[in-house]
């Protein structure tokens, strides 16, 4: 059974720009959550989905945004990226409608950004 | 709300017992989750368990929950340098949707 599928696993972009990541859960799986991971911070929730739809959102400007699609693939864009916005992206899923309560939840080897 | 604390660092000599801490401050309802990662690498989850539990074992792994004090440890049984990462501690509350993490223990194996 495969995992839990992030592209791209490494980017560069310039200061500026905008990026997509996509992850796909494990089969049968509704729920995707993301979380960025840095130094400074750790790890921050983003945003979770469950059928399309957004179910929470952290604490992240508005320039940080996410999607479901109905095979329950998911993508998150970040625009007019800033150089701390560089950060391992991980993205979760899981099976259960409770998301993160009660349900083994699985991260995949995330996407690693770093912007200049 | 959830606010999840770990010591930053411990390290250990192989074939030893390795406890890993962590504290977490809401008394509703939560699950707690320990949490491995590599470096380079993403998260593994290695288990979880309910705030009403105070216990599991799984191989390895025993997970202690002291309710009365929010503490929760991972204890690792005969500790490899394999076992060398940083490990999270993370809890869920019900219809939150979102693990809080803790900042992570980095765990040191030495031959």
């Known amino acids: 059974k495969a995992g839990v599928t992030q592209t791209p696993r490494y980017l560069i972009k310039t200061r500026g720009q905008q990026v997509t990541l996509s992850c796909s859960p494990i089969?049968?799986?509704?729920?995707v959550s993301w979380y960025q991971q840095t130094p400074g911070q750790g790890l921050q929730f983003l945003f979770e989905?469950?059928?399309?739809?957004?179910?929470n959102k952290g604490n992240f400007p508005g320039r940080f945004s996410g999607r479901q699609f109905s095979n329950s693939r998911s993508e998150m864009n970040v625009s007019t990226l800033e150089l701390g916005d560089s950060a391992l992206y991980l993205c979760?899923?899981?099976?259960?409608?409770?998301?993160?309560?009660?349900?083994?939840?699985?991260f995949g080897e995330g996407s690693w950004l770093t912007v200049v | 709300g959830e606010d999840v604390e770990q010591s930053l660092f411990l390290s250990v000599r192989e074939g030893d017992s390795s406890v890993i801490n962590c504290t977490y401050t809401?008394?509703?309802?939560?699950?707690l989750y320990w949490y491995k990662q590599e470096p380079g690498a993403g998260l593994q989850l290695l288990t979880y368990i309910f705030s009403n539990m105070d216990m599991k074992q799984d191989q390895r792994l025993t997970v202690l929950l002291n309710k009365k004090d929010k503490h929760l440890s991972l204890r690792i049984a005969d500790t490899q340098t394999g076992d060398s990462a940083i490990y999270f501690c993370?809890?869920?509350?019900?219809?939150?949707?979102?693990?809080?993490f803790g900042s992570g223990t980095r765990l040191l194996v030495r031959p």
């Open positions: 979760a899923s899981s099976t259960g409608t409770s998301g993160a309560f009660g349900n083994t939840i699985y």
């Open positions: 989905y469950f059928s399309e739809t957004q179910r």
């Open positions: 993370a809890g869920s509350l019900r219809s939150s949707y979102k693990l809080i």
């Open positions: 809401d008394s509703s309802s939560t699950y």
């Open positions: 089969s049968g799986h509704r729920s």
